[in-house]
């Protein structure tokens, strides 16, 4: 699979007339998978960047562990002093670390966006994302965040199809463990936000695919059916009203 990936990338990165691949590493699973996919299709011409924005510190640390472990040049690019100023000026007040609003926490990984595109038109590359399939099924996302990307190579993998591949690749164990989070605010866990773990949203993902949904809980299977309606809008391009 991971072979199958990586010619992917190379493909589209040649398609576009590019030179090689910039992506933010999170210290997640994720971005992890995506830093090593994309360093095994250009060795010489990848960028990964750190960007934290009032982040836990320890997702820093273990982006500089996955970056030494596949050799990625990084630069580490804070962001909290630029959340803030935005944050002042959209407000008119300073941010408050213990407010749990999505129309605040959005700007930032908007903000991680407009860091990556700026990399990525200064040395010609393309910005790949991290989103996985499961996360395009809830729509858990940032539209014009970390939804704005120029490819997905993980569209088609479930998270847990995320974590094999990540022990294919060598991954650091820990980081495989690790509660994945988008680092919205303090303690913000995807799960948590989303409301169901991982192992049941891709089994229910399985199940509706398959249209076999015995046995699963129909309470969560009505939140996964939910979201994938209330979310449909982020996937699919904007409207467009036709004469």
């Given at each position: 699979?991971?072979?199958?990936?990586?010619?992917?990338?190379?493909?589209?990165?040649?398609?576009?007339?590019a030179q090689g691949?910039?992506?933010?590493?999170?210290?997640?699973?994720?971005?992890?998978?995506?830093?090593?996919?994309?360093k095994a299709a250009?060795?010489?011409?990848?960028?990964?960047?750190?960007?934290?924005?009032?982040?836990?510190?320890?997702?820093?640390?273990?982006?500089?562990?996955?970056?030494?472990?596949?050799?990625?040049?990084?630069?580490?690019?804070?962001?909290?002093?630029?959340?803030?100023?935005?944050?002042?000026?959209?407000?008119?007040?300073?941010?408050?670390?213990?407010?749990?609003?999505?129309?605040?926490?959005?700007?930032?990984?908007?903000?991680?966006?407009?860091?990556?595109?700026?990399?990525?038109?200064?040395?010609?590359?393309?910005?790949?994302?991290?989103?996985?399939?499961?996360?395009?099924?809830?729509?858990?996302?940032?539209?014009?965040?970390?939804?704005?990307?120029?490819?997905?190579?993980?569209?088609?993998?479930?998270?847990?199809?995320?974590?094999?591949?990540?022990?294919?690749?060598?991954?650091?164990?820990?980081?495989?463990?690790?509660?994945?989070?988008?680092?919205?605010?303090?303690?913000?866990?995807?799960?948590?936000?989303?409301?169901?773990?991982?192992?049941?949203?891709?089994?229910?993902?399985?199940?509706?695919?398959?249209?076999?949904?015995?046995?699963?809980?129909?309470?969560?299977?009505?939140?996964?059916?939910?979201?994938?309606?209330?979310?449909?809008?982020?996937?699919?391009?904007?409207?467009?009203?036709?004469?």
């Amino acid at each position: 699979m991971n072979q199958k990936i990586t010619s992917w990338i190379r493909q589209k990165v040649n398609e576009a007339g590019a030179q090689g691949c910039v992506f933010g590493i999170s210290g997640g699973v994720d971005s992890a998978v995506v830093a090593a996919l994309c360093k095994a299709a250009f060795p010489a011409d990848v960028l990964g960047l750190v960007l934290p924005c009032q982040s836990n510190l320890q997702d820093a640390v273990d982006a500089k562990k996955v970056a030494e472990k596949f050799s990625i040049p990084i630069k580490t690019i804070d962001l909290e002093k630029s959340f803030d100023q935005l944050y002042l000026t959209l407000s008119g007040k300073p941010y408050d670390k213990k407010t749990m609003d999505l129309s605040i926490a959005n700007l930032k990984p908007r903000l991680r966006m407009l860091t990556l595109y700026y990399y990525a038109n200064k040395h010609n590359y393309l910005v790949v994302g991290t989103g996985n399939k499961s996360e395009a099924v809830m729509g858990y996302c940032t539209k014009y965040g970390d939804a704005g990307v120029d490819l997905l190579p993980l569209a088609s993998l479930l998270k847990t199809q995320v974590r094999v591949l990540a022990k294919d690749l060598v991954v650091p164990q820990g980081i495989i463990d690790k509660a994945p989070s988008a680092g919205l605010w303090q303690g913000q866990t995807d799960e948590g936000e989303m409301g169901i773990t991982y192992a049941e949203l891709d089994k229910i993902i399985i199940a509706l695919e398959s249209n076999k949904l015995a046995g699963l809980d129909p309470k969560k299977v009505g939140l996964v059916k939910q979201k994938m309606a209330q979310n449909e809008h982020k996937r699919c391009l904007p409207p467009l009203f036709m004469i």
